[in-house]
């Protein structure tokens, strides 16, 4: 870990500078809330995809310390995709590419609510947090998040049995 803070901790600190555009103050303290966070997920695998996973975590804490709405309504594909990359369990749930991008498709078509809280649990989220910044209660995040994982597991299995039936 020592290592990976050592040769990424100023490339986070631009990379968060770039995107959030707040005061560089506001960008180190919400780097070292993503750094807090890095230490209470083991999941999150310390290279490339390690640091987008900081980025994006660290520019919604800088959002977040200045006030600014997080993009809740429209997660655009790449975040997607950084976040479910680092669920608990997604090794065991994504045994190759195909399984991947039924996943993807599957996340795609959730209810609005179940895909911003699963996000939101990627970055890195508590479920009370969640429901602080969706503005629900924690039992309506908790069934948001168990719902909207089956539903994603059965439309990916449903589209990979699809696609595995001769035409």
Same mark, same amino acid.
């Given at each position: 870990?020592? =290592?990976?803070?050592?040769?990424?901790?100023?490339?986070?600190?631009?990379?968060?500078?770039?995107?959030?555009?707040?005061?560089?103050?506001?960008?180190?303290? %919400?780097?070292?809330?993503?750094?807090?966070?890095?230490?209470?997920?083991?999941?999150?695998?310390?290279?490339?995809?390690?640091?987008?996973?900081?980025?994006?975590?660290?520019?919604?804490? %800088?959002?977040?310390?200045?006030?600014?709405?997080?993009?809740?309504?429209?997660?655009?594909?790449?975040?997607?995709?950084? @976040?479910? #990359?680092?669920?608990?369990?997604?090794?065991?749930?994504?045994?190759?590419?195909?399984?991947?991008?039924?996943?993807?498709? #599957?996340?795609?078509?959730?209810?609005?609510?179940?895909?911003?809280?699963?996000?939101?649990?990627?970055?890195?989220?508590?479920?009370?947090?969640?429901?602080?910044?969706?503005? %629900?209660?924690?039992? @309506?995040?908790?069934?948001?998040?168990?719902?909207?994982?089956?539903?994603?597991?059965?439309? =990916?299995?449903?589209?990979?049995?699809?696609?595995?039936?001769?035409?």
């Amino acid at each position: 870990m020592a =290592a990976f803070y050592e040769r990424h901790a100023l490339q986070l600190t631009r990379r968060v500078a770039h995107r959030a555009r707040v005061p560089l103050q506001t960008v180190e303290d %919400a780097c070292q809330h993503a750094w807090m966070l890095l230490l209470r997920r083991p999941d999150v695998i310390l290279d490339e995809r390690g640091l987008t996973w900081l980025a994006v975590v660290a520019t919604h804490e %800088a959002w977040r310390a200045t006030g600014r709405e997080l993009p809740l309504d429209e997660l655009p594909d790449p975040m997607l995709v950084a @976040a479910t #990359a680092h669920m608990p369990g997604v090794d065991e749930l994504l045994g190759d590419r195909e399984e991947l991008t039924a996943l993807m498709r #599957a996340l795609a078509e959730l209810k609005p609510a179940e895909r911003t809280a699963l996000y939101l649990q990627g970055l890195g989220y508590r479920y009370r947090e969640i429901a602080d910044i969706t503005d %629900a209660t924690y039992t @309506a995040v908790n069934r948001r998040i168990t719902e909207g994982r089956a539903r994603a597991r059965r439309l =990916a299995r449903d589209r990979q049995s699809e696609t595995a039936r001769p035409s």
